[in-house]
């Protein structure tokens, strides 16, 4: 399972697909269309496809306006000017009246590398999170990616998707199961659950592995859907490891860590660890080395792992 | 203005065209196309226009410059380079981790740099606050914006243009990069924003098109453009997306690819500088 697929493609090749299966499905890009690969849509459906320009917020409104006139419209730019230049319109235009709008962000987080801070959203998923009416979804892999998007499609409602700009290794079968607002528990153990979502997935399995070899018993736990949070496969984590690190190529601010650590101190609290940019923007680098730089690689979580099992043992 | 001083900011362009050629290529990274249609422009702001002192960045009589197109970093940092801000050394260590050159301009980290760019449509409201506060200050600076065409696309850039028309800030001059190209190909094709004169003069500016390659027209229309009073100007500048390297020049594919190890002798050979490696 060592393919390496980026989540952006997997989006545009589903889209496409889409398109043929549903003739309500309609696209909007903003000047990125080749980034974000709308543009395989773009050229097989050219009727159903709308470059609106450098304009995101425009973007958006239209979209709302597509939804409410019956239309499925999908809308991609890059994750920060999704979620930045358009906020207020996707709060007051589509989360608001629960619109049929589908925000699929693609170069979310760090790994934008050289483009810099300005371009690497470290704050998308809590800014999203915080809406009424959103789903969440930040998915693991190239396989994931094709599922979410066509479960976006099938879902009624305001949906934003994150994806990344490098290929990633694939975690998930072709036939794993996916609905939103479900976890997957992709390897089993016992002493504390690494809770991940995104390419952090595939790095929590590597760091089990690592974890493994000193004879402590990392489960993993990969949640794709961040909104709606899937409360049983957390509350069965911490009552069964005791201690959770979670890690999302994210700020530790109001993301995925975040949720986490709301419903668990609430529900059953547990010593937890957030693995993420801690409260800082981004910077230009290769985006290898800005997953070493801001701590998110195996060994970044395996340490997190022991720390965590430490304090549970006190 | 004489044209040996044309000639010298002519030379001085084609230096920073070589160092932005060699800076992309040495990052494999960043904007290639709109760096070097603006460039002309740059230089002669930089090298002719501007009121600013690299030995002391922060001089309270400084000129302002505002890269709205931030994207097109290099073709500021290259300038900054020239005019002594920092090393040019520092050039080759662009967009890479560590350096202060980052992938669109921070102010935080180089000198030189006013604010943050790199979100397209933003600029040019931040060049109305500074020039708002110049003329509550009293002060005799003014603000230069440099915008992309396709930048105009973003509603933002209305809002400030009508600011800037309502307020009277004839201490701020614009500049539109107007290559006619953007990411996805042709402006005129991905959403059309002209007619840009016609436009800018609703808003209540004093406009100008020229050609943006024009090194005396640029020089004579800046000049012109301080002593316009009651209205800010407006430069429509024409220009070629890539200019100076032949086969960049007017394709969209360019915009966000340095050149590759088989391109970089070509195009410095097209810039007339000996390539060795
Ligand atoms: C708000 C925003 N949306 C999208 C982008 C991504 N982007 C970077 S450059 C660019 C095209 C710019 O075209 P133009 O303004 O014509 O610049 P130039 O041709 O001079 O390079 C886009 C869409 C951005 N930087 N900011
Ligand atoms: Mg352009």
């Given at each position: 399972?060592?393919?390496?697929?980026?989540?952006?493609?997997?989006?545009?090749?589903?889209?496409?697909?889409?398109?043929?299966e549903?003739?309500?499905?309609?696209?909007?890009?903003?000047?990125?269309?080749?980034?974000?690969k709308?543009?395989v849509?773009?050229?097989?459906?050219?009727?159903r496809f709308?470059?609106?320009?450098?304009?995101?917020?425009?973007?958006?409104g239209?979209a709302?306006g597509?939804?409410?006139?019956?239309?499925?419209?999908?809308?991609?730019?890059?994750?920060i000017?999704?979620?930045?230049?358009?906020?207020?319109?996707v709060?007051q235009?589509?989360?608001?009246p629960?619109?049929n709008?589908?925000?699929?962000?693609?170069?979310g987080?760090?790994?934008?590398?050289?483009?810099?801070?300005?371009h690497?959203?470290?704050?998308?998923?809590?800014i999203?999170?915080?809406?009424?009416n959103?789903?969440v979804?930040?998915?693991?892999d190239?396989?994931?990616?094709?599922?979410?998007?066509?479960?976006?499609?099938?879902?009624?409602?305001?949906?934003?998707?994150?994806?990344?700009?490098?290929?990633?290794?694939?975690?998930?079968a072709d036939d794993?199961?996916?609905?939103?607002?479900?976890?997957?528990?992709?390897?089993?153990g016992?002493?504390?659950?690494?809770?991940?979502?995104?390419?952090?997935?595939?790095?929590?399995?590597?760091?089990a592995?690592?974890?493994?070899?000193?004879?402590?018993?990392?489960?993993?736990?990969?949640?794709a859907?961040?909104?709606?949070?899937?409360?049983?496969?957390?509350?069965?984590?911490?009552?069964?490891t005791g201690?959770?690190?979670?890690?999302?190529?994210?700020?530790?601010?109001?993301?995925?860590?975040?949720?986490v650590?709301?419903?668990?101190?609430e529900?059953?609290?547990?010593p937890?660890?957030?693995?993420?940019?801690?409260?800082?923007f981004?910077?230009?680098?290769?985006?290898?080395?800005?997953?070493?730089?801001?701590?998110?690689?195996?060994a970044?979580?395996?340490?997190a792992?022991?720390?965590?099992?430490r304090?549970?043992?006190? | 203005?004489?044209?040996?001083?044309?000639?010298?900011?002519?030379e001085?362009?084609?230096?920073?065209?070589?160092?932005?050629?060699?800076?992309?290529?040495?990052?494999?990274?960043?904007?290639?196309?709109?760096?070097?249609?603006a460039i002309?422009?740059?230089?002669?702001?930089?090298f002719?226009?501007?009121?600013?002192?690299?030995?002391?960045?922060k001089?309270?009589?400084?000129?302002?410059?505002?890269l709205?197109?931030?994207?097109?970093?290099?073709?500021?940092?290259v300038?900054?380079?020239?005019?002594?801000y920092?090393?040019?050394?520092?050039?080759?260590?662009?967009?890479?981790?560590?350096?202060?050159?980052?992938?669109?301009?921070?102010?935080?980290g180089?000198?030189?740099v006013?604010?943050?760019?790199g979100?397209l449509g933003?600029?040019?409201?931040?060049?109305?606050?500074?020039?708002?506060?110049?003329?509550?200050?009293?002060?005799?600076?003014?603000?230069?914006?440099?915008?992309?065409?396709?930048?105009?696309?973003e509603?933002?850039?209305?809002?400030a243009?009508?600011a800037a028309?309502?307020?009277?800030?004839?201490?701020?001059?614009?500049?539109?990069d107007?290559?006619r190209?953007?990411?996805?190909?042709?402006?005129?094709?991905?959403?059309?924003?002209?007619?840009?004169t016609?436009k800018?003069?609703?808003?209540?500016?004093?406009v100008?098109?020229?050609?943006?390659?024009?090194?005396?027209?640029?020089v004579a229309?800046?000049?012109q453009a301080?002593?316009?009073?009651?209205?800010?100007?407006?430069?429509?500048?024409r220009?070629?997306?890539?200019k100076?390297?032949?086969?960049?020049e007017?394709?969209?594919?360019y915009?966000?690819?340095p050149?590759?190890?088989?391109?970089?002798?070509k195009?410095l050979?097209?810039?007339?500088?000996?390539c060795?490696?």
């Amino acid at each position: 399972m060592s393919t390496m697929i980026a989540t952006r493609d997997a989006y545009g090749q589903t889209l496409a697909e889409l398109g043929e299966e549903n003739k309500s499905i309609v696209v909007l890009d903003a000047d990125l269309s080749g980034s974000t690969k709308t543009s395989v849509f773009a050229k097989k459906f050219p009727e159903r496809f709308f470059n609106m320009g450098i304009a995101e917020a425009n973007m958006v409104g239209t979209a709302a306006g597509l939804a409410a006139a019956g239309k499925i419209p999908f809308v991609s730019t890059f994750a920060i000017f999704a979620v930045g230049r358009a906020w207020e319109q996707v709060r007051q235009s589509v989360a608001y009246p629960k619109a049929n709008v589908k925000i699929v962000a693609t170069h979310g987080g760090v790994t934008v590398g050289e483009d810099g801070g300005s371009h690497q959203s470290v704050e998308d998923i809590a800014i999203m999170r915080a809406v009424p009416n959103m789903t969440v979804i930040v998915p693991a892999d190239g396989p994931e990616t094709a599922k979410a998007i066509r479960a976006a499609a099938a879902y009624n409602g305001p949906v934003y998707v994150r994806l990344g700009r490098n290929k990633v290794p694939t975690v998930f079968a072709d036939d794993a199961p996916f609905a939103i607002g479900k976890g997957s528990q992709i390897v089993d153990g016992t002493d504390l659950t690494f809770v991940t979502t995104g390419l952090m997935t595939a790095q929590a399995k590597a760091a089990a592995d690592i974890l493994k070899a000193e004879g402590i018993s990392a489960r993993v736990v990969h949640l794709a859907t961040i909104k709606p949070l899937d409360c049983e496969i957390l509350l069965k984590a911490a009552r069964e490891t005791g201690a959770i690190v979670t890690a999302e190529e994210h700020s530790i601010v109001g993301g995925l860590g975040g949720a986490v650590a709301e419903f668990l101190s609430e529900n059953c609290p547990a010593p937890l660890k957030r693995v993420g940019v801690h409260d800082r923007f981004g910077l230009s680098g290769k985006a290898e080395e800005l997953l070493k730089y801001f701590g998110l690689m195996p060994a970044d979580l395996a340490e997190a792992g022991r720390e965590i099992v430490r304090k549970k043992r006190g | 203005m004489d044209s040996e001083k044309i000639t010298v900011l002519q030379e001085t362009a084609r230096q920073l065209r070589v160092d932005i050629v060699k800076a992309l290529h040495s990052s494999q990274s960043g904007h290639t196309g709109g760096s070097l249609s603006a460039i002309d422009m740059v230089t002669a702001l930089y090298f002719h226009t501007m009121r600013h002192n690299p030995a002391e960045p922060k001089w309270e009589g400084r000129d302002r410059f505002v890269l709205c197109k931030g994207h097109a970093a290099p073709a500021l940092y290259v300038a900054l380079a020239h005019a002594g801000y920092f090393p040019k050394e520092d050039l080759m260590m662009l967009r890479r981790l560590g350096s202060h050159l980052q992938g669109h301009p921070d102010s935080k980290g180089t000198p030189g740099v006013e604010v943050c760019t790199g979100s397209l449509g933003q600029g040019l409201s931040m060049a109305n606050g500074m020039a708002l506060a110049l003329r509550l200050d009293g002060s005799a600076s003014r603000v230069y914006a440099l915008l992309g065409d396709g930048e105009l696309q973003e509603g933002q850039v209305w809002e400030a243009a009508m600011a800037a028309g309502h307020y009277k800030l004839d201490n701020l001059c614009a500049l539109v990069d107007v290559n006619r190209l953007q990411i996805d190909g042709e402006v005129a094709k991905v959403m059309d924003v002209e007619p840009v004169t016609d436009k800018f003069r609703a808003f209540g500016w004093n406009v100008i098109d020229i050609d943006g390659h024009d090194m005396a027209a640029i020089v004579a229309t800046l000049d012109q453009a301080a002593s316009v009073k009651g209205k800010p100007t407006v430069i429509v500048a024409r220009t070629v997306k890539g200019k100076g390297v032949s086969f960049f020049e007017n394709k969209a594919s360019y915009h966000g690819v340095p050149p590759s190890d088989e391109e970089l002798p070509k195009a410095l050979e097209c810039l007339g500088e000996q390539c060795y490696l």
